[in-house]
């Protein structure tokens, strides 16, 4: 009865963990939540400000499908400044939350039966959303040695007549990696060799440590023409439940992406497009939520490395850690469901992410939480 496209989709691990966890939490048990994928923080209030203020002057109705002229242009602003894109307003797409935005581009480049590269491992919702535009996803394999980077040695053997698309997710969930000029510059020669085009998710952006730079893969030569720039105010601005992303890429594609939302969301939330508008009016505010993340993430990392069995990867980006567990000898959905069910500690085991004997720990929560939950993984490891 129902659509095989649809069946053959797995639920979502990130949203269902996450979820568990918060019902656990309702229920007045002290879990730790290693789980979550979102900032821990409220959304500011002068982007809630704005909001209201869009409700009070009534401003509740159906906007352009692309989103409102002045959000667009300010987009197009940002990424001109920061991202060094040149782009303009028309080639911005206002989009229902960043993953909306990761649809709507894939729908719009993908023919049934191209395939769609997704280096792995990956963000859960990738290749469940190649399956739902009828593309065929196909793993690239990255590994620890290179720091979980695709290669572009690897990625010229993966190309087939078929190869339509790479997923490239940078500052990485749920690695943590991130690209330089050079190695993005490298994959960029396999992607026009091939005629690739990237569907380049840079919703982590903003976490980058350690004095890194992002640099947006739009930005090197040739590759404007063959890259669709996915980012949203998700992470950066803790507004996860605003739903609010957008796409950006050269006009003429945009304007066809631009039919499926006509016809699908109609627009992105009115009210939420005047946050967002307001989001982009303070970019001191990233800079704070960035260094707040940077010693989180360190203190998480130090006082992992002195576990017995588990061995974490120090995130350059992102609010993930991602560590390696397979000296506990347990595979990565008993470690979490053991870790929970006995030491309230919630995380998400990696074969959601296509790898096992991994788990992704998010550091998007207090110190004191940080390091309280290390110390039950400590005593979780001790009875092992
Ligand atoms: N891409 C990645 C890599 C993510 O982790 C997320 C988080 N859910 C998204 C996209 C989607 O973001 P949004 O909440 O804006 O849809
Ligand atoms: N991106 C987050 C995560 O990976 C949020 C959950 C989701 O949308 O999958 O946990």
Known sequence: MVNSRVTALNKSATLKITALTKKLKREGKDVVNFAAGEPDFDTPDFIKNAAKDAIDKGFTKYTPSAGIPSLR???????????????EAEDILVTTGAKYAIFTAILTLTAVGDEVLIPSPYWVSYPEIVKLAGGEPVFLETRESSNFKVLPRDLDAACSERTKVLILNYPNNPTGSTYSEEEL??????????????????????????????????????????????????????????????????KDVIKE???IIDHTTSCSCAISQKGALAALSSPDWQEKVKNDFQLRRNEMFDNLTKCK??????????????????????????????????????????????LDGFVRLSFSTGLEQIIKGVDRIKDFESRL
């Open 309 to 354: 069995f588990l061995t974490p990867f120090k995130s350059e980006g992102t609010f993930y850690m991602f560590c390696d567990i397979r000296k506990t000898n347990l595979n990565s959905f008993e470690f979490s469901s053991r870790l929970l069910e006995n030491h309230l500690v919630s995380c998400i085991p990696a074969d959601a992410f296509g």
């Open 185 to 250: 510059s490298a994959i960029s020669e396999v992607a026009e060799k091939h005629n690739l085009f990237v569907v380049s998710d840079e919703i982590y952006e903003a976490l980058v440590y350690d004095g890194k730079r992002h640099v947006s893969i739009a930005s090197l030569p040739g590759m404007a023409e063959r890259t669709l720039t996915v980012n949203g105010f998700s992470k950066a601005f803790s507004m996860t439940g605003w739903r609010i992303g957008y796409l950006a890429g050269k």
């Open 257 to 259: 992406a631009s039919k």
């Open 73 to 87: 242009e300010a987009i197009a602003e940002k990424l001109r400044n920061k991202n060094k894109l040149k782009v």
